[in-house]
């Protein structure tokens, strides 16, 4: 069964900086696409960023030019850098993934998240 761990996590300031690594393991033939979305507190979860296998990436309005997704295709990782956090990203992040069980099979997993908290 495939697993996605996220980390990195914590509790910030205004203006400073986080970097969430999620990690998959398990069984399966290739990742397709890994992302991130997060949700706070009586919202709904939200699409964050995400990255193909192309590395071709997309971001919500609300990030584009404070953070940066990328990945690691060796460890089977993604990391998602956050820099000029805001109050308002605050929220559990989740790290989601398109996998090739096999070469023909694709299927969603979703990991536990993390938590990010940035005060004012």
């Known amino acids: 069964q495939v697993q996605l761990v996220e980390s990195g996590g914590g509790l910030v300031q205004a203006g400073e900086s986080l970097r969430l690594t999620c990690a998959a393991s398990?069984?399966?033939?290739?990742?397709?696409?890994m992302g991130w979305y997060r949700q706070a507190p009586g919202k709904q979860r939200d699409l964050v960023a995400t990255?193909?296998?192309?590395?071709?990436?997309t971001y919500a309005d609300s990030v584009k030019g404070r953070f940066t997704i990328s990945k690691d295709n060796a460890k089977n990782t993604v990391s998602l850098e956050m820099n000029s956090l805001k109050y308002e990203d605050t929220a559990v992040y989740y790290c989601?993934?398109?996998?090739?069980?096999?070469?023909?099979?694709?299927?969603?997993?979703w990991g536990q998240g993390t938590q990010v908290t940035v005060s004012s």
């Open positions: 989601k993934a398109l996998i090739l069980i096999t070469d023909r099979h694709e299927y969603q997993f």
């Open positions: 398990g069984s399966f033939f290739k990742i397709n696409v």
């Open positions: 990255i193909t296998s192309g590395n071709s990436s």
